[in-house]
């Protein structure tokens, strides 16, 4: 089992920057994509950025430009810089992390809530 607890969420006015940090309760990094999801109230689920095992980063159309994703192998924790913000990222912030190898697992975190108003 691995626990994933998220941490950096909070209040921003509209252009500031907030950076979201997710810590693995284990090593898990060698094998595992990480990732950041969001969900704004009434919406679904969304992916806003994952980083491979090997450092491949991907990232949503609607965050590209402004937000960064990065990982420390070494202290199991991965990074959401968020800059730029506006009132539409406004959500509760998920870490993910998704096994790449067979047998997959996926592990979620309970969530750090974004609130982007002036």
């Known amino acids: 089992q691995v626990q994933l607890v998220e941490s950096g969420g909070g209040l921003v006015q509209p252009g500031g920057s907030l950076r979201l940090s997710c810590a693995a309760s284990?090593?898990?990094?060698?094998?595992?994509?990480m990732g950041w999801y969001r969900q704004a109230p009434g919406k679904q689920r969304e992916l806003v950025a994952t980083?491979?095992?090997?450092?491949?980063?991907t990232y949503a159309d609607s965050v590209k430009g402004r937000f960064t994703i990065s990982r420390d192998n070494a202290e199991n924790t991965v990074y959401l810089q968020m800059n730029s913000l506006t009132p539409e990222d406004t959500a509760v912030y998920y870490c993910?992390?998704?096994?790449?190898?067979?047998?997959?697992?996926?592990?979620w975190g309970q969530g750090t809530q974004v609130t982007v108003s002036s």
């Open positions: 980083m491979t095992s090997g450092g491949r980063p």
């Open positions: 993910n992390a998704a096994r790449e190898v067979i047998p997959t697992y996926t592990y």
């Open positions: 284990r090593s898990i990094f060698s094998i595992y994509t």
